[in-house]
């Protein structure tokens, strides 16, 4: 079994997203990564989820979306429709159970729920969450920019929840995000993660084809 791709948008002009993404799912891409960032959860800002409600229809990817925004419900009537993965940072809730709450609402409304951890955060606080949610984020970089060096403490986190995911028998993916490479994939995956984003190792590629096979590793 393979792990999947899931191209970042950050480093593309946004009017050009359908026509990259139709060239990235020709080479074996499986999701659209959206980065969207307000530039107060984090500095940096980005489109924002209107605009990806408007070029969805030319989108020909399900839409894996990251919010690094202050209030991550803010957006879920412009993204029904739009995202497939609907994911929140954990660091936004004060409690566990908001956390919980949060998560319910973004299932509620038809998304598959994601909960994204930064590198700084302990992944002890989503162990309650964790049955609700179908997919795990787990940053390998500190959110807010592309082009970062990978962390590879986070795997430790990836590793941990990997054991949990098998003990409870529970079926939410992992994903990692940031800095990911042909060099440290094989160790990301190996450790259980079941998708992998890339931002810039992809875009500088000359090499499509080439470049996505190298971030696919068979476990
Ligand atoms: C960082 C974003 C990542 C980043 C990935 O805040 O969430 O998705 O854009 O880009 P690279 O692969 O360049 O680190
Ligand atoms: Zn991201």
Not at 47 to 66: A, S, T, W
Not at 173 to 202: L, P
């Amino acid at each position: 079994m393979e792990n999947k791709v899931s191209i970042s948008t950050l480093p593309y002009e946004f009017e050009t997203l359908p026509f990259k993404f139709k060239i990235l799912k020709e080479n074996g891409v499986e999701f659209a990564h959206c980065d969207i960032m307000d530039g107060k959860f984090v500095e940096n800002k980005t489109y924002m989820p209107n605009m990806l409600r408007e070029i969805k229809k030319e989108m020909p990817l399900p839409l894996d979306v990251h919010l690094m925004v202050n209030n991550p419900l803010d957006y879920i009537e412009i993204l029904k429709d739009v995202a497939y993965y609907y994911t929140i940072h954990c660091e936004c809730f004060k409690t566990e159970n908001e956390l919980i709450e949060a998560v319910k609402i973004v299932k509620n409304n038809g998304f598959k729920a994601g909960i994204a951890v930064d590198l700084y955060t302990d992944e002890n606080v989503i162990l309650k969450v964790l049955q609700e949610v179908d997919l795990v984020l787990i940053m390998t970089v500190k959110a807010g920019a592309g082009g970062q060096k990978f962390n590879e403490t986070a795997l430790k986190k990836v590793e941990y929840l990997n054991l949990i995911r098998a003990k409870n028998k529970l079926n939410f993916q992992i994903e990692v995000d940031g800095g990911i490479n042909d060099t440290n994939v094989s160790e990301c995956v190996k450790a259980g993660a079941n998708i992998v984003v890339s931002g810039s190792f992809v875009a500088k590629s000359n090499d499509l084809n080439k470049t996505i096979k190298s971030l696919k590793v068979s476990k």
